[in-house]
């Protein structure tokens, strides 16, 4: 029991409240987090700063519970879909009148993480942009028609997960071709965001604070020749995505004899394997995508984490990664990768 069932948190320093706030959403309790967000406003705290040290860092939270096998799937679902709610509260509450440019925010094509981008937006309309925020997977000509009706002074695109870099690519190419210049964002775009820029993004910012300041100075840049990076992915990505299918009932079809314990898979396990192996090869086709194994690496690590969480030994994984190398057998960049995340496994 904490101190705030009798006295509502105040300050964003109260000890307590990351975990005060964390059980709210995990217990499905919407009414309790919408009031502690609410409170916090009604005490004076920035709506910016609720957001950016209180919504933000909970979900990083729900995170790691899941990737621990902590939490299910369904209360990581339903602690999303409470902090949207947080979020909504937050700021229809904080009115602002627009006085900057006008800006489109979209996740890439495929791309389902909309709170983090939802949340950037949130900002840029507390800094006074007139915001249009276009969601979850947005298809890149369907964005391209949206700029050409709106336009904008800029697009921020959102990718949180590797495999989309192709789709991002594209979605950015076409923004700059027809004159709107790109800010992108999001972990999927690696560390200080190294292939964003390789994949022609004119801008970058790790975090909401950092692009709201980056737009509000040096902005627009000058767009360069949006073509000067529009061809990626040679033979060997495009193998590798063409053959997704292929590649995966492959691996499946040779799994049980090379690794005996999945005979006694039920119906989940056997789902979750086939889930596995997909973003394998996804992992896989994008790294070659962006010549750089490191897409490839940092999702061994992860995934060798979230499969180690759940009971699954290293061993799986590897064997795993080595049927599906023994299907590349004329790429030898693509081996290259397979064989880079498998020197990141231990045992
Ligand atoms: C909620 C959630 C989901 C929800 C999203 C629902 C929604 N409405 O957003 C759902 C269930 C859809 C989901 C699905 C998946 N998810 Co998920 N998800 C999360 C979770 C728990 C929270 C995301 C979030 O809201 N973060 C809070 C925000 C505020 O975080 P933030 O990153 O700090 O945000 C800032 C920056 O990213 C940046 N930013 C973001 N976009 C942009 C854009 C621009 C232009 C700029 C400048 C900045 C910027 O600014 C933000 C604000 O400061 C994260 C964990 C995490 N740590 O984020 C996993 C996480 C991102 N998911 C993950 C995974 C693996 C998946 C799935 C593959 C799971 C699966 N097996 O299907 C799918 C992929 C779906 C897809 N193709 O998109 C992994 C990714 C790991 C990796 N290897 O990259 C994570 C990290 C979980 C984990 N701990 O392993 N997920």
Partial sequence: MTVFTTTPPSSLGDPGLADHYLRLVGDGDEYGAVGVVTGLLDAGVPARRIMLDLIAPTQNRVGELWAADEWSIAREHGATAIS???????????????????????????????LPVRMLGEMLRLDGWRVDFLGASVPGPHLVTHLHQTGPDAVALSCMIATRLPRAHAAITACRSVGVPVIAGGRGFGAEGRWAQRLGADAW???????????????????????????????????VA??????????????????????????????????DLGHIVDFLAAALYVGDPQVFTDFVDWTARVLEARGVPPVALCTGLSLVKE?????????????????????
């Fill in 84 to 114: 949207e709610r947080a979020l909504a509260a937050v700021s229809v509450r904080s009115t602002v009148r627009p006085t900057r440019g006008r800006i489109t925010l979209a996740c890439v094509d495929g791309e389902w993480h909309a």
């Fill in 205 to 239: 910012a790790a975090g909401a604070e950092q692009a709201v300041a980056r737009l509000a100075h040096r902005w627009p840049p000058v767009v360069g020749d949006p073509y000067a990076t529009a061809f990626m992915g040679d033979d060997e990505y495009t193998y």
């Fill in 242 to 275: 063409r053959r997704r299918g292929d590649l995966v009932q492959g691996t499946l079809d040779r799994l049980a004899a090379a690794y005996p314990p999945m005979a006694a898979y039920d119906q989940r396990q056997h789902d979750s394997t086939v889930e």
């Fill in 327 to 347: 299907q590349l057998r004329d790429f030898p960049a693509a081996k290259a990768t397979v064989d880079a995340g498998l020197a990141r496994i231990d045992g």
